[in-house]
């Protein structure tokens, strides 16, 4: 009886090892993926202007206004959060 416990205990600790080791791997080929090359390299927002911008957000039952200043290009571009729609 007390054999088959361990050995369970065994198989449970193996496959917390596995899912730990996946996710480290996974971690992994995102960072590489994400930082190999930079997305925004052709993309030149220095000529165009600053806009002021507010963002709502809807935190714990009450709405929350952040003041942002941003730049947007003219040509739609594939990369980011910008996108032709």
């Known amino acids: ?5 361990s050995t369970t205990m065994n198989d449970d600790e193996r496959k917390r090892l596995r899912i730990r080791a996946l996710w480290k791997k996974t971690a992994r080929m995102a960072r590489e993926q994400l930082f190999e090359t930079d997305p925004m390299i052709n993309v030149y927002l220095e000529d165009s202007p600053s806009e002021r911008v507010e963002r709502w957000r809807w935190i714990n039952n009450d709405w929350v206004v952040d003041i942002a200043t941003l730049k947007v290009s003219k040509e739609p571009f594939a990369q980011g959060s910008m ?3």
Not at 1 to 5: A, H, K
């Open 1 to 5: 009886m007390e054999q088959e416990s």
């Open 83 to 85: 996108r032709i729609c």
